[in-house]
Nanobody
Framework: QVQLVESGGGLVQAGGSLRLSCAASESTFSDKAIGWYRQAPGKQRELVARISSARSTDYTDSVKGRFTITRDNAKNTVYLQMNNLKPEDTAVYYC????????WGQGTQVTVSS
């Protein structure tokens, strides 16, 4: 069964940093575009960053200049480096394939205190 497993969340003060990891269970991972999404309480899930198989990246405006998405195909892993975190970044963060999404995983909780 194809899975994506998120990890790396936690509690951090405003201005701090976290690095999230998204590990894939399949060897075709490197051929696929992947996105990091987040869902805050009472809000819809939103796409915050994406990376193509060719490593081109795109970000939602609210995280540009603070978040960086990268991938390590040898490890079947996508990372989201989050710097200068703000309380409004508090959410559960998920990863998924952009073009052929699979069932959502459990995500990883990020909580930013002010």
């Amino acid at each position: 069964q194809v899975q994506l497993v998120e990890s790396g969340g936690g509690l951090v003060q405003a201005g701090g940093s976290l690095r999230l990891s998204c590990a894939a269970s399949e060897s075709t991972f490197s051929d696929k575009a992947i996105g990091w999404y987040r869902q805050a309480p009472g809000k819809q899930r939103e796409l915050v960053a994406r990376i193509s198989s060719a490593r081109s990246t795109d970000y939602t405006d609210s995280v540009k200049g603070r978040f960086t998405i990268t991938r390590d195909n040898a490890k079947n892993t996508v990372y989201l480096q989050m710097n200068n975190l703000k309380p409004e970044d508090t959410a559960v963060y998920y990863c998924n394939y952009l073009n052929e999404p699979i069932d959502w995983g459990q995500g990883t909780q990020v909580t930013v205190s002010s």
